[in-house]
T-cell receptor, first 112, second 113 residues
Framework: KQEVTQIPAALSVPEGENLVLNCSFT??????LQWFRQDPGKGLTSLLL?????REQTSGRLNASLDKSSGRSTLYIAASQPGDSATYLC???????????FGPGTRLSVLP | GAVVSQHPSWVICKSGTSVKIECRSL??????MFWYRQFPKQSLMLMAT?????????EQGVEKDKFLINHASLTLSTLTVTSAHPEDSSFYIC?????????FGSGTQLSVL
């Protein structure tokens, strides 16, 4: 059974810092890995999707990497801004049922 | 790109009433729809998988008689929470298997009083 963990559970940083969020998964048989942000009381905003054959994806200040063999992904946020404050979710799409399995999230606060 | 329209966005209801949540695929046909829920301060968990024209499959611990799923057409999947109770208050969100990975509806926040 696929399990996804995220470290840290919460993070508070001053504005402008670069930061790294970590995601680990137990079964490397995945189709895709996706990073989302979720604002309080809101739905999911897709940030980056990495296919199993890819090693990283970039969008603006965000860079996500994938090491399938070790079951790890990182989300790098450059020059953080208060608007980046949200919960960041990592999700892996299983080869089996093809549903997404979500991690518990990292709650990020960027202080002005 | 693939778009899923989910309604309503939020609903408040009295205990004992039923609530229907709809997910429509606007520009594609969805043969399979995943339904997830998220309890307060927890992450999203798969609760059921619906397939067009057949019975839905439910994850362990999810009551199939309470959460009725209908996937009668390739463009509409519905989740009905029957006789809702406060413990059913949660965020519900749908996601089609195809045509693109990682497409999700906007979610429905259900609050049962």
């Amino acid at each position: 059974k696929q399990e996804v963990t995220q470290i840290p559970a919460a993070l508070s940083v001053p504005e402008g810092e670069n930061l790294v969020l970590n995601c680990s998964f137990t079964d490397s048989a995945i189709y895709n890995l996706q990073w989302f942000r979720q604002d309080p009381g809101k739905g999911l905003t897709s940030l980056l999707l990495i296919q199993s054959s890819q090693r990283e994806q970039t969008s603006g200040r965000l860079n996500a990497s994938l090491d399938k063999s070790s079951g790890r992904s990182t989300l790098y946020i450059a020059a953080s801004q208060p608007g980046d404050s949200a919960t960041y979710l990592c999700a892996v799409q299983s080869n089996y049922g093809q549903n997404f399995v979500f991690g518990p999230g990292t709650r990020l606060s960027v202080l002005p | 790109g693939a778009v899923v329209s989910q309604h309503p966005s939020w609903v408040i209801c009295k205990s004992g009433t039923s609530v229907k949540i709809e997910c429509r695929s606007l520009d594609f046909q969805a043969t399979t729809m995943f339904w997830y829920r998220q309890f307060p301060k927890q992450s999203l968990m798969l609760m059921a998988t619906s397939n067009e024209g057949s019975k839905a499959t439910y994850e362990q611990g999810v009551e199939k008689d309470k959460f009725l799923i209908n996937h009668a057409s390739l463009t509409l999947s519905t989740l009905t929470v029957t006789s809702a109770h406060p413990e059913d208050s949660s965020f519900y969100i749908c996601s089609p298997l195809n045509p693109a990975p990682g497409v999700f509806g906007s979610g429905t926040q259900l609050s049962v009083l």
